[in-house]
């Protein structure tokens, strides 16, 4: 993992020195992305806030520009993020970005049209499927998928190719499915280049995605600020999951999405009450080391409390004091799942605000 966190810091950045009142935000071009909302809605000029939000082409260069200075906070991916802790990098990881649910599926096992051998994942077993990367979400989700299914992970011949490119690597029958998150899946399916076999949920019912992330050294700096950046995460989510349509309309025409393509396309679930879900962050971690994807950590548990649950209860909680708590039932219901890779009941794994 010296190796990724030597890639972010290797990635080129076109940016300059950010003026001292702008705040920079920075996240990749996937469709469920709260911030880019938020900003079209002018939650960060109600709280007085100058912000500029940034679409970098991946992860790598994104954390990059944060662990730089030249970012003040990213929406970055629960993967990257373990990586960093691992790595005792001084973040701290606050609003959840979005989960997927049995309701609200973000990836898509997915065949050519005409595919009739084809009949579900077990059959994919020593055929091509495409996917993103080695080490990435849907890298280790496969794995997931093909324990689920009685399978070792190499029964799977994985072909690397960015999302934009599934479609017509389908297509051409150079593979015989992939494994895409939306808003691509859609893009597939109306391009009648393939079809959805099942979603990922079948296998992995509900994953924290992600979440904001800031230096720990900018926060403590800066704690209104970001105490302030807060409460618009937490708005924003509850907006999206309230005005799904407005949402994808604007998250559509921020992508340069065609219509057709961004009123269909999936969005995630949103907690309305920002926390992360703690049993998803663990699921995770579980998944990357037995998948060697990384190395255990020491003590785990101390470090996630120095990561998530202690930057949430100095930054989230009082949040909510001046927004007011939510019911979320869609998150007591998936909380109550036991995860694919968790050796233990999601009790075991849950922070004061998931009980």
Not at 12 to 25: D, F, K, N, P, S
Not at 282 to 288: H, V
Request: hydrophobic fraction near 45%; include cysteine; charged fraction near 20%.
């Amino acid at each position: 993992m010296r190796r990724w966190i030597a890639a972010c810091f290797a990635a080129v950045l076109a940016l300059g020195t950010a003026r001292a009142e702008t705040i920079l935000i920075a996240q990749i071009p996937i469709g469920n992305q709260p911030e880019i909302v938020a900003q079209a809605l002018g939650l960060y000029k109600k709280y007085g806030l100058d912000v500029e939000v940034k679409l970098f082409r991946d992860g790598p260069a994104m954390m990059q520009g944060l662990l730089s200075g030249d970012l003040q906070m990213v929406d970055s991916g629960t993967v990257p993020m373990l990586h960093l802790v691992a790595q005792s990098v001084p973040l701290y990881y606050l609003v959840s970005s979005g989960i997927n649910t049995p309701s609200t599926p973000l990836g898509a096992i997915m065949v050519r049209r005409e595919e009739t051998a084809i009949k579900s994942f077990a059959d994919l077993k020593g055929r091509k499927i495409g996917q993103l990367g080695k080490g990435v979400n849907t890298d280790l989700w496969l794995s997931d998928a093909a324990a689920h299914y009685g399978m070792v992970p190499d029964a799977i011949r994985q072909v690397f190719v960015p999302f934009p490119h599934m479609g017509n690597l389908l297509a051409s029958k150079q593979v015989d499915a992939v494994y895409t998150w939306a808003p691509f899946d859609t893009i597939i399916s109306l391009a009648r280049q393939g079809r959805v076999l099942q979603t990922d949920v079948a296998w992995n019912p509900y994953a924290e995605t992600g979440g904001m992330v800031v230096r720990k050294a900018w926060a403590d700096k800066n704690p209104a600020l970001v105490g302030k950046l807060v409460r618009v995460e937490i708005e924003v989510n509850r907006w999206i999951d309230d005005h799904p349509t407005e949402a994808r309309a604007i998250l559509g025409k921020a992508l340069n999405l065609p219509a057709p393509v961004y009123r269909k396309m999936h969005l995630a679930y949103f907690p309305r009450n920002g926390y992360p879900l703690m049993p998803g962050v663990w699921d995770f971690y579980y998944l990357m080391v037995k998948s060697g994807a990384m190395a255990p950590i020491a003590a785990p548990k101390a470090s996630f409390d120095k990561y998530w649950v202690e930057p949430a209860r100095r930054f989230i909680t009082p949040a909510l004091k001046a927004l007011g708590t939510e019911p979320d039932p869609l998150v007591e219901r998936v909380l109550k799942i036991r995860l694919p890779d968790l050796p233990n009941p999601p009790q075991t794994y849950f922070a004061a605000w998931d009980r």
